[in-house]
Each structure stands twice: as C-alpha cells, then as structure tokens.
C-alpha cells in the first residue's frame, strides 16, 4: 500500500507524499477518518469550502451540496476535503453582513493557503459569501471552480408570485400609506420564503451567482437553477469532475477571472438589472487578482447595454422563472455582439461555446436587444462636488421622472436620526425634498449597511407619493428600488462633503449627465469641512476586528477591502507545522 509518492507534481504532494516524520504526521491523523493509504498516492486534493450555516437560510441546503460535489471528485480521481468557512447571514447578522465580508475573505484566504489543497470549490450562495469567499480564493491563486447555492421557489401570496425583499419593501410601505392591514402584512411572511436557497428576486446573491457565471468562473445554468432541483446536484457533481481535471491541467484562477471575463460580467449585470452591491465586490476582487478596473469601468461598459431580463426589482419575473425560460446562456446569446466570446471558462473552453446554442423559450422574460424591457439599464457612476469620488445609482430601478431633480435637502445625521424623524408629521419635507443620509459608510456604521433605500415619510405615502430622491455613503439590497443615490464617496465618516450638506441645501441630480451636486459655493463648501475637520466624529470601535475594519477599510470607490489584503501572497508555505 502507497505510503506517499516522495513529493509528487502536486501541492498537496509537500505534506502527504513525503517519506518522513513529517509526511507520517500528515498522513496519520488523516487515516483517523478511515481514509485507506491508496488516497495519498499522488492524486489532486481538492478542498470544498462550505459555508453551510443553519443561521445562513440562503446557505442551509449546501451540506448536501457538498456531497454531490465529492461524488465528482471521487470519481475522477481526486480526494475531496470538506472544510469550513465562516458563512453570513444577510438577513440575520448585525450591524451588517458587509462589516464581515473582508473577514471571511481572510478565513478562506488563510484556510486554502494553511492546507494540503490543489484546488478549490467554493460553495456559497448568500450575498457575501460569494463574494467574500472570491476574494480569499483570488489571493492564494489556485485552481478555483464555484458552485452556488441557487434561488428558492417562487414566493406565492393569495395566488400570485411575490419576490423576497422587493415585495417586502412595497407590502411595508403599503401597510405604513394604510393600503394593506398589518394582518395582511404577517400573512405574506410563510409564502415568501418556501424552500432554501437564496432570494429569488435579481439581489445581491443572484447577482453575484450570474457575475460568476459570465466570469466563466462556474458551470452553466449556476445562476439560475433552483436551490430544490436537482439538476443543481446533478452540477455540483459535474463540477466535482471539473476541479479535478482543472488542477491535472494547472488552470487556476487568475487565467480564467481576468481583464476580458470582468467585461463580459458587467455588461451581464447591466442585461439582467443587477444589484448596486456588485460594485464593491467587483471592484475589490479585481484588487485582488491584479486586474484593473476601475469605478468608470461599470457606467462605460454598461452604457450601450439595455435591460433584456424582466425581473423583479426592475420588472416582473423570478429566478425560477429565467432559469425555464432559458438561463443566463440564454441571455448571453441574446447580448453576444456586447462579449468577448474567447474569454476562458473553467471548462476549459471558451465563453462563446457556452452560449452559443443557448435558446429563449420565454420570450417575455428573457427579451431582445432590438426589444428590451427598459433602454437604460447598468450602472449610472455620479460625480460632483458632493460625491468626488463617486456615487452609484441604478436606472432600471429608478423613476424616469426623477433622474434629473433639483431639490431641498432633508438630513438624517445617523441612521436612529431617521428612524426617529421620518414619520414626525412636523417633517419639514414634500415629494421634491431630497432625504439625505449621513453617517452609514464602511468606516461610519461600521460596515456599509442596505438602508440606502430609506422609507419615505408616511405623511406622503398617505398622499400616495411612491419614490423621492434619496442620497446616502450606504448601500441598499439588491431587491430594492427607486431613485437612489448610493455609495457616496468620500463617505461623510471620512470628511466627505456629504458630512457637511445641511437641511435646505439645494442639491442637483443630473442622471444622464452624471453629475450629483450640492448648490453651495466652493468657499462655503471649503469653510463647512473646515470645522468638520477640527471636530471629527468619535470612532465607532475601540476593540477587536470592528476596530480593525475601521482603521484599515477603503473607500466604497475601492471596493471596501481593508488596505492591507489588496493583492495576493499567492500558495507557497515553505515552513513545516513540526
């Protein structure tokens, strides 16, 4: 029976092919799991990192994923390794989710460059997770496939399909305009959420699953199978098989997500309405992978693509609903002259390859270019003197009528501020005011929270006033909608000038244009953050990674990583563990 192969052509071969004190420790302790010797003969092993939590739902069916994908990699030769990853709950973790995204990066990071691993399947799903675990894979560098969690079924109320969180936000604002009872409102809460997966709305996790997939970063159909169906297992097992051929033949990561792949994924999130929260994800995985790109990228990229996919929060439909009526392949075909077709895929063949047989079989779902659901789509990117470095706004979502808007400010200095004010019927407010948002940053919450999309005052829900320009450094969901202004940077934490906008300050929002500004001179601007300045605020932590994250996170321009994980160290380990 092999004991090892001396070293072997693989990275795994340092620790279980050495005939040694040290290969004997490696092989050992393993066998304590009733492995037989003939495992560590040389062949890949291949890490699943499972971010399975039953406090994660969107998470919750991954353990049995993982079993699918072993299945694969047994079979074609290799010896699966299932190891943990710290996995967050979008709906669940506070302050956010987004404050841990970095830290779960540095586990996924740490746990595949510390193990005897070859390469890596990356099972995930909930909005950071996919993002967070891309960003760790990307700075060791090794053979890299994904498998996402999928979307839930359709939410189903009193006989008609309703999306998680879009519907969430509309049902809350019409039982607080007296449209819908709070009964009502309870009773929608079971039909929602009605199996595991992830939203079934185009958020932040779909999103995420569909960028992967135009990245080439995964196997076709990822985004769209539901979390139930068990072609999702049948794929896991396929990309079992893929892993193991990816380490024989050395792809890894950096040859697939490249310079090409992040252009075919931003013009795919333009085509299907994708969530704002892309952006800083984007942006920092390419920090990490070297590529450049930068903020413009996701308005120029996205300028000539329209919105082809009809689902919720900029149209109809759900994920179940694109997944039968085609998939992402589908959609690609139908955007295949905005691609770059000889971008590779962990497959091992070209992007163009994946698509090209692709078929619509819904054309109300999945449209033309020649006859889009909506001619603007993509990332519109702002700037002016309230946002030099940038603010985000999604013009699928948004209403026509409010892109170009020139209001009086209404601020909220924190986010109690407004949860204190905005239904105080003394509001100084009307449908042409402008909320205005401070202090909801990477640095200021801590974390970048989804309140972006702040309630409207009820006083004007009961008037039936539906959306208001809203401005904020915060980030909103992926299944919210309305002219939001996001991510203005630099955020107010960090002595932007939206820490200096006042109540009735006119403000100019100018979408086509680009242009997002506060209506003061440059010199009362200049003498406002003078006396911020001499008074910054407290900071929001003293202790543990709160603090960490606070000293060391970049601006929302930047991705939010923390400064110092920008870049790789790439898979070498030199030292021994005894």
């Known amino acids: 029976m092999s004991q090892g192969n001396g070293g072997g052509r693989f990275r795994s071969g340092h620790s279980y092919g050495k005939l040694d004190r040290d290969g004997f420790i490696h092989r050992s302790w393993m066998k304590s799991q009733g492995l037989p010797d003939d495992v560590f003969d040389g062949r890949p ?72 691993i070859d390469g890596v399947v990356l099972l995930g799903g909930c909005d950071k997770t996919t993002p967070g675990q891309m960003m760790g894979a990307a700075s060791v560098d090794l053979p890299t496939i994904v ?54 709305t185009m958020g932040t996790a779909s999103t995420m699953a569909a960028i992967v997939e135009a990245m080439g970063m995964c196997l076709p159909y990822n985004a769209s199978i539901p979390a139930v169906d068990a072609r999702r297992a049948a794929m896991a097992h396929h990309t079992g098989r893929t892993i193991v051929r990816m380490v024989h033949d050395g792809l890894t990561m950096s040859q697939v997500a490249t310079r090409a792949a992040f252009e075919n994924a931003l013009r795919v999130h333009a085509a299907i309405g994708g969530s704002t929260n892309a952006v800083v994800h984007l942006l920092a995985l390419a920090g990490r992978l070297g590529v450049e790109l930068s903020l413009e990228d996701f308005d120029n990229l996205s300028r000539d693509v329209p919105l082809l996919v009809d689902l919720q929060p ?65 990332i519109w990117v702002l700037r002016g003197n309230l946002a030099p470095g940038g603010a985000v706004m999604k013009p699928s979502a948004a209403s026509p009528e409010l892109c170009s808007h020139r209001g009086k400010a209404v601020v909220f200095e924190t986010i109690e501020d407004f949860r204190a004010r905005i239904d105080d019927p ?8 402008i909320l205005v948002l401070k202090g909801c940053g990477p640095k200021g919450y801590p974390g970048m929270p989804e309140v972006g999309n702040m309630p409207l005052p009820t006083k004007l829900l009961e008037k039936g006033v539906k959306d208001m320009v809203r401005i904020s450094d915060a980030r909103m969901s992926g299944t919210a909608f309305g002219t939001v202004i996001l991510h203005v940077s630099p955020e107010s934490d960090a002595g932007g000038p939206l820490a200096v906008v006042r109540n009735g300050d006119e403000i ?61 160290s790439g898979s070498v380990v030199t030292r021994e563990s005894h």
């Open 426 to 433: 003394t509001l100084d407010v009307d449908a042409s005011s």
């Open 45 to 116: 092993v291949i890490g699943i990192c499972n971010t399975w939590s039953e406090i994660t739902p969107c998470n919750a069916g991954l353990r049995d994923l993982a079993e699918h994908v072993k299945r694969g990699v047994w079979e074609a030769g290799g010896l699966p390794l299932e190891f943990p990853a710290m996995s967050l709950g979008e709906t669940q973790m506070r302050p956010t989710a987004m404050l841990f995204r970095n830290l779960l990066a540095m586990d996924v990071e740490e746990s595949i460059r510390g193990n005897p």
């Open 508 to 568: 100019a929002l100018d979408g086509p244009s680009r242009s997002l500004n506060l209506l003061i001179s440059d010199e009362e601007l200049a003498s406002r953050l003078a006396v911020w300045r001499a008074n910054p605020p407290a900071p929001k932590a003293t202790r543990g990674y709160a603090k960490l994250y606070i000293d060391h996170v970049l601006g929302a321009d930047k991705g939010a990583d923390l400064d110092f994980l920008v870049g790789a």
């Open 314 to 378: 900029s149209g109809r439909f759900l994920m179940e609903d694109l997944h039968y009526a085609g998939g992402l392949p589908a959609v690609m075909k139908q955007m295949a002259p905005f691609l770059n077709p000889e971008a590779l895929t962990v497959s091992g063949v070209r992007i163009g390859e994946q698509y090209e047989k692709a078929e619509v079989f819904n054309a109300e779902v999945i449209r033309s270019v020649e006859a889009p659901v909506k001619p603007d789509s993509g």
């Open 147 to 200: 498998v996402s969690t999928g979307p839930m079924l359709n939410g189903k109320f009193r006989g008609k399909d309703i999306g998680s969180g879009t519907d969430v936000w509309k049902f809350s604002e019409a039982v607080r305009a007296g449209e819908m009872t709070l009964p009502e409102f309870m009773s929608a809460e079971s039909g929602m959420s009605r199996s595991p997966g992830t939203c079934m």
